[in-house]
Each structure stands twice: as C-alpha cells, then as structure tokens.
C-alpha cells in the first residue's frame, strides 16, 4: 500500500521584477521569505497566508546575491547575505516586523567571492559562519560588549563552496554542553568537519572519506531525531548525494549511502524532522529522498515549477542490515532548495580549468561566476 503524501505546493511568488534567484529561505516561523539574487538585491516578503507582501529590499552589495540567512526571533530580526563582492552583511529589522533593514555589520576581510553564510543553532549564541573561494571560512561571533568577532581557518584549497552546522542535540543526556562543530566542503572534491574547542577551530580526525570526483556544491547537517548518531549529506558536480554517518563522536565517518542523480547537485535540505532528503539538481528539477528501514534512501516525491509531484514508493519491509561502504574513488556554488522548490536557478556551466593569472584569485572569481549560472 502506498504511503501517505509527503508533500505539497502551498503557493508561489512573483518574481519578474528580480534578477536571477539564487537562494530563498524563510525566516523560523514560515511566515517571511528573504530571496538573494543577482541584481545585487536581497527582497524580503510576508508570505503570510499565502500572500506576497513587500517587506523590504537590502540594496549594499556591489555584486550578485549568493546566499542569505536568518537568524533565531530570540536575537531579534536579523538576516545575513554574502555575494561576488566579497562582503559579508548583516542587516536588522528596526523595529521587528517594520520593513526598516540597516546594516548592522559589513566584513570585507574575505580576498574572494563568499559563498555561503549561515547562522548556527541559537543555544550557541550569535555566530555566523562564512563560506568563500579564497579557501577560508570565517565565523563572526557577537560578544558580551556588543562587538563582532571574527575568526578564520583555511578549509578547502580552491574554494570553500557551502557549509552546513550541526544541529544541537535536544536528548536529555546530551543537550547540556552540546559542542559546536561545523561541515564545509569545496573545489578540492572533500567534505570535512570541525570542532570549536576553547574557541579555536580544528579540523576532525579522522577526516570523512573521499567519494566524489569533482566539486562538492552542497552539505547539509540532518536535524537530530533523538538518535545518537550523526548524518552529514553532501551533493557534488559528479552528479551524486552520499550520506555519511558517525555512531558517536570521536568514532570514524562511514559512507552509508550512495544517490546518483540526473544532473550535476546544487543544494540540498532535510526537513525538519531530517525525515526527507531535498536534492536540487540540473534545470530546477528537485527530488525528495526518505530513509527505508534497512538504511537505503528512497525517491519519493519530485518538485518543478509547476508543482509536487509524488513518487510511488515502498518503505516497509523488515529492518536490515546497513550495506557496507561503497568503494571510494581516488579524488582528483546554487540553491539552498526550501521545500517548495520554487527558485531552483539554471544549471551552472561544466567547470574549465582555469588558466594561469598573476592574480590568484582572478581565477576562482571567475568559477564562482560560472557556478551560478552567470
């Protein structure tokens, strides 16, 4: 028997007026929607109800939108957006719901495009985490005299692409002291993982494993479901999503999954419950992935333009053994995909090598251009 609808469409935005969409997210309570996009602009809307109601347009970046973030109602009303120029921005609502943004705080210490941002889970306080192509990630961390700080690590040779942070645990033996750590991945075909210790940034050991053969575009974090263990998914060029697990921390990662996709991944997103898996990939096509009993991840839905369309699938079954790692190959940004899917972006151009500049960044500017389709 077929199980039950995982999905639906619940309404679309006008977006003729904007430039290319880049990245769309709403704020923790579903109500409001912040689009990033290439015409320099991030646009904040009231979706309440179904409606598209203008509550502001963010106008300071000097090149095309990639990615913007919302931080947790208890800081107040606060978004994040990083783009081509370099900069990082943080902008607040004054007063909540008034439609009047300011800038809050500029970073202009990245030497490239940054790629992503994201705020962490609020039991860790303000903290911004920032992905770029000069190979760095920085995180900006509001402290008790109303200053940001800032620290960085190298993360990925030739770019750091997107980041993903680990949920807080909400289990009662493991909720007090929760660590912060954080999933990057990059140019460099990796995806690895760090820890803050005493406030310094190290990588973990031992490193996940190498699978994917070209650029990593996307990681996400599954949300906790009560369980001890950890999941991590990242999306790549080589037009695969792997799913890797750690039964505790400190334990080694293990490849538990392997999806092979159509079309080069762009973004990725679990739902809430980390029940479902979103996959964005190609020419704003989307699937839907959910984990079977015996740890495989089976299709069950497809997102487009014009709407949801759900998969006929089979989850039952007795619970079986989790199959062996997958062999890993030698190893040689894009859309946060919300549920609806409705800003899937063209699909970027096949990566070039680029050629020799004095400028070493001229290069990797170039190939973020090309990762977002422009």
Known sequence: MA??????????????????????????????????????????????????????????????????????????????????????????EVPAYSANWQIAFVDTSH????????????????????????????????????????TAFQAHMGGAQALSWMPAAHREASSAGCP?????????????????????????????????????????WRPDDGRNNSVIASGAWDKTVVIFTQE?????????????????????????????LAVSYGDGEATLYKEAFNGSYVEVGKVAETGF????????????????PAAVPQSPQGLDLAATGLFAEPPAPAAAPAPAAPDPFAAQQQNVLEAFGM
């Open 3 to 92: 199980a039950p609808s995982v999905g639906q469409m619940v309404g679309t935005l006008d977006t003729a007026a904007m430039g290319l969409v880049h990245d769309a997210q709403l704020d923790y309570y579903g109500k409001r929607l912040a689009a990033a996009s290439s015409d320099f602009t991030v646009f904040v809307w009231d979706v309440t109800d179904g409606q598209q109601k203008p509550a502001g347009q963010l106008k300071a970046h000097e090149g095309p939108v990639w990615k913007v973030s919302w931080a947790h109602p208890k800081f107040g009303s606060l978004i994040a957006t990083c783009g081509y120029d370099m900069k990082v921005i943080i902008w607040k």
């Open 111 to 150: 030497q490239a495009s940054v790629n992503d941002v994201q705020f962490c889970p609020w039991e860790h306080g303000l903290r911004l985490a920032c992905a770029s192509s000069d190979g760095t990630v920085s995180v900006l961390s509001y402290a008790a005299d109303h200053q940001w700080r800032r």
């Open 180 to 220: 912060m750590r954080l999933a990057t991945c990059g140019c460099d075909s990796s995806v690895s993982v760090w820890k803050n210790e005493g406030e310094v940034w190290s990588q973990e050991m031992p490193p996940l494993p190498s699978p994917h053969s070209d650029w990593v575009r996307a990681v996400a």
């Open 248 to 276: 505790m921390e400190g334990q080694p990662w293990r490849q538990t999954a392997r999806l092979t996709l159509p079309d080069k991944v762009e973004g990725l997103s679990w739902s809430v419950t980390g029940s479902i």
């Open 309 to 324: 369309t759900e998969v006929p699938h089979n989850l039952g079954g007795p619970p079986a053994a989790a199959p062996p």
